[in-house]
């Protein structure tokens, strides 16, 4: 089989979907592997690395999709809908596609992928499972996201974040306020921490607490019924309205006592919660800052009122605003080499003796195959999007 890697062409995406340390275990495996010229190029990876390890560079980009049996992306055309229109007329229906899909947002997109009739894998809905772990590419590049937001607050902020004990006078420690611990909130309280700041973070979750205060950090007790807050793959469940209100109350004091606000609570393929209202950005000091990691395009918005998708606002009161949706991308070696360990992994899993393996009766394979033969197979996306229940789906090994 033919594993096909090509350049990236989303907008300001500047990762690859294999890098070169994952070359061997594949060709070891029966593969081989062809690369667009310059595919790695703004992760840092030059061309010669990947033909060190055994890879084939090829010039056009149209021939290594058409050529390609299976062929591995960051972004499908499905979670590229504009620059990533040209390569669905390359796809054959034999072939399969590995990445991110977007599965959860737009169905138009969706669906234009599956009527090339591609096998299309879509590495967002790996299962929350232990044996998937090492294929779960949304923690993966949550804690890259994590890490670079907390560096983003710190070039942003007008102070230095840790305690210094100078000649000139004693400089106090950065308060920093963590909305959501999930893998992008945790990854951001050990960064704070480790930069010295002082921080406390919140998640509607009671378990993760001790996750919380195991990194340093001091867990926001508020007491609300959260009997239910969270789904079985261990995500944080969208809440009513009633809910969110009576957290906004509670949250408020954290805030306005906050240098730094990281908000990361997000719904998978839902709107954002309504976290931080312009009042309470109101009584943050002018020069605070707020990295909203919630920012999805298709809401135009985020855990912020006033976030504005890979925008930077500053508020009316000196509070600086981003909304990255994006942010791996700007750590492109570190998140690759990341995003790649988890596309080999899954490989490997669906491969077996140099033939794709579909078992529908194993949750990784079930969860994660997005369409086949024309149609959406998945029965969560076909669920969300309100598609007819199919009656039968066959499946070719």
Do not use: W
Not at 24 to 42: D, M, N, S, T
Not at 50 to 69: C, M, P
Not at 86 to 113: C, N, V, W
Not at 314 to 343: D, R
Request: hydrophobic fraction near 45%.
């Amino acid at each position: 089989m033919i594993i096909g890697v090509v350049k990236e062409t989303f907008p300001g995406e500047r990762r690859v979907a294999l890098i070169p340390a994952s070359l061997p275990v594949l060709i070891k495996a029966g593969f081989a592997v062809r690369i667009e010229a310059g595919a790695g190029a703004a992760a840092g990876i030059a061309d010669r690395d990947y033909q060190a390890k055994g890879g084939t560079i090829v010039n056009e980009r149209a021939e290594v999709i058409r050529t390609a049996d299976l062929l591995c992306q960051v972004r499908t055309p499905s979670a590229n809908p504009h620059e990533g229109q040209a390569d669905l007329a390359l796809l054959r229906a034999d072939q399969t596609i590995i990445g991110l899909a977007e599965p959860l947002s737009d169905p138009a997109p969706i669906q234009a992928l599956a009527a090339t009739g591609v096998r299309a894998f879509a590495m967002e809905l790996i299962p929350r499972i232990t044996k998937a772990q090492s294929m779960d590419v949304l923690s993966s590049q949550a804690t890259v996201s994590g890490y670079k937001a907390v560096l983003l607050a710190a070039q942003l902020l007008p102070r230095m974040f840790p305690m210094m004990m100078t000649a000139a006078g004693t400089i106090a420690p950065v308060r920093v306020f963590v909305v959501g611990a999930g893998v992008a909130g945790l990854q951001a309280i050990a960064s704070a921490r480790r930069m010295g700041a002082i921080v406390q973070a919140y998640d509607i979750r009671p378990a993760v607490k001790e996750q919380v205060e195991s990194i340093g950090a001091r867990f926001l007790q508020i007491e609300l019924e959260t009997a239910d807050s969270e789904d079985k793959g261990g995500y944080a469940k969208a809440m009513d309205e009633t809910f969110y209100r009576k957290q906004r109350e509670l949250m408020a004091k954290a805030i306005a006592q906050s240098d730094v606000v990281i908000a990361t609570a997000a719904v998978p393929g839902g709107r954002p919660p309504l976290l931080i209202t312009a009042e309470m950005v109101q009584s943050m000091n002018p020069g605070s800052v707020i990295i909203d990691l919630a920012a999805k395009p298709a809401f135009k918005g985020g855990n912020c009122e006033l976030t504005a998708p890979d925008e930077t606002l500053t508020s009316g009161s000196g509070v600086t605003i981003l909304g990255p949706t994006n942010l791996a991308a700007t750590v492109p070696q570190t998140a690759s080499q990341m995003f790649a360990m988890n596309m080999t992994t899954f490989i490997l899993h669906i491969v077996k003796d140099g033939k794709l393996v579909l078992d529908t009766a194993d949750e990784i394979t079930n969860q994660t195959l997005l369409s086949q033969g024309g149609e959406i197979v998945n029965a969560r996306v076909r669920g969300l999007f309100k598609l007819p229940a199919l009656q039968s789906v066959s499946v070719p090994t």
